[in-house]
């Protein structure tokens, strides 16, 4: 299983980013995906999920902000992040099917004027 984030970056407050994650190594049509991220000096937080059917769920702090989606052809998940603020400040990570499941190596994502 290969996990590997892209997208991340210096970002002004209001302002959006794309992450993507490319997965190999595994079926990923079949496979749930989750993000998660970690800001500076606290625990992991679960983020969003999406399903093999495309079906999403969000922590409410994101709702209506982020949206996640999927390429099935591309073996690539992303999570399109709007209206950033600074306390999305962290490293994200995508996980395959859940938190307990491999990671990739994540991508930073600093908002800050």
């Known amino acids: 299983v290969q996990l590997v984030e892209s997208g991340g970056g210096l970002v002004q407050p209001g302002g959006s980013l794309r992450l993507s994650c490319a997965a190999s190594?595994?079926?990923?049509?079949?496979?749930?995906m989750t993000w998660a991220r970690q800001a500076p000096g606290k625990g992991l937080e679960w983020v969003s999920d999406?399903?093999?059917?495309?079906?999403?769920y969000y922590t409410n702090s994101v709702k209506g902000r982020f949206t996640a989606s999927r390429d099935n052809a591309k073996n690539t998940v992303y999570l399109q992040m709007n209206s950033l603020k600074p306390e999305d400040t962290a490293v994200y990570y995508c996980?395959?099917?859940?938190?307990?499941?491999?990671r990739g190596q994540g991508t930073q994502v600093t908002v800050s004027s």
């Open positions: 996980y395959k099917a859940n938190l307990s499941g491999p």
């Open positions: 190594g595994f079926t990923f049509r079949t496979s749930p």
């Open positions: 999406i399903h093999s059917d495309g079906s999403t």
